[in-house]
C-alpha cells in the first residue's frame, strides 16, 4: 500500500509542473537583449540606436522596410571606436550578425536621407547574447527529466511560431501597403479618365451643335 500523504505529493508536484508548463505555453521568454521597435523614418532624416554590448558577445541585426517610395533604406552598424561592422546602401531588409569584440556603446543607423518627399516605416529585431536556460541546473528526479525535455522542445517550438508570426505580420503589413497605394493611384487614374471622358463629351455636343447650326448667307443684287 502507498504511504499516506504520498498521492497528495505527487498531486502537488503534478499540478506545479502542470503550472509551469501552462505559464511555459503562454510566456515565451525572448533572448536575454532582444530589442524588436517599428518607427517612422521621415524624409531627409537619420535615426540612430546605441546598445551596451560585452565581449564575446553574439549579436544579430534584422531590419526590414514596410512601407515607403520603394521600400529601402541605408543602415549602417559601428562598433565603439567608429569602426564600421557593417554598411548597406538602399536596402530593403537584411540580416547581420556578428560577435562584440570589445566592450562598450555599438551604434546602429537608419538613413532615409537620400529620399526627399517619401518618408519610410522601417522594423528591426536586435538581438544581444543567447537565451537565458529554461530551468536553472538543480539535481531532480530522472521522472522530471522527460518532462523538462519536452518543454525545452514546446519553448523552442514556439519561439520559431513568434519568428513566423512576426515575418507574416511585416509581409501583411507590407502587402497592404501597395495594395492602398495601389488603390490610391487607381482612384486618381479613374478620376483623370472622368474628367477627360466629360471634356470630350461636350466638346462632342458643341461640335455637332455646329454642324446643324443655320449659317447666314449675304446675298448682293447687281442693277442694272
Given at each position: 500500500?502507498?504511504?499516506?500523504?504520498?498521492?497528495?505529493?505527487?498531486?502537488?508536484?503534478?499540478?506545479?509542473?502542470?503550472?509551469?508548463?501552462?505559464?511555459?505555453?503562454?510566456l515565451v521568454p525572448g533572448p536575454g537583449g532582444a530589442s524588436e521597435i517599428t518607427f517612422e523614418l521621415?524624409?531627409?532624416?537619420?535615426?540612430?540606436?546605441?546598445?551596451?554590448?560585452?565581449?564575446s558577445t553574439k549579436c544579430t541585426l534584422e531590419f526590414q522596410v514596410i512601407t515607403g517610395g520603394h521600400y529601402d533604406v541605408d543602415c549602417r552598424l559601428e562598433d565603439p571606436d567608429g569602426k564600421v561592422l557593417y554598411k548597406e546602401m538602399k536596402k530593403q531588409y537584411d540580416s547581420f550578425t556578428f560577435t562584440a569584440s570589445k566592450n562598450g556603446t555599438y551604434k546602429f543607423c537608419f538613413?532615409?536621407?537620400?529620399?526627399?518627399?517619401?518618408?519610410?516605416?522601417?522594423?528591426?529585431?536586435?538581438?544581444v547574447g543567447e537565451d537565458p536556460p529554461l530551468f536553472p541546473s538543480e539535481n531532480r528526479v530522472?521522472?522530471?527529466t522527460q518532462?523538462?525535455?519536452a518543454c525545452v522542445s514546446i519553448h523552442e517550438a514556439l519561439k520559431s511560431v513568434i519568428d513566423y508570426q512576426t515575418h507574416f505580420r511585416l509581409r501583411e503589413a507590407q502587402g497592404r501597403s501597395r495594395a492602398e497605394d495601389l488603390n490610391t493611384r487607381v482612384a486618381y487614374w479613374s478620376v483623370g479618365e472622368a474628367l477627360i471622358l466629360l471634356v470630350v463629351s461636350i466638346g462632342q455636343v458643341f461640335l455637332l451643335k455646329s454642324f446643324f447650326s443655320d449659317k447666314r448667307t449675304t446675298t448682293t443684287r447687281v442693277g442694272s
Open positions: 500500500m502507498p504511504r499516506p500523504g504520498s498521492a497528495q505529493r505527487w498531486a502537488a508536484a503534478a499540478g506545479r509542473w502542470g503550472c509551469r508548463l501552462l505559464a511555459l505555453l503562454l521621415p524624409d531627409n532624416a537619420k535615426q540612430c540606436f546605441y546598445e551596451d554590448i560585452t565581449q538613413s532615409n536621407e537620400f529620399s526627399t518627399f517619401t518618408h519610410k516605416t522601417v522594423y528591426f529585431d536586435f538581438q530522472s521522472a522530471l518532462m523538462e525535455s
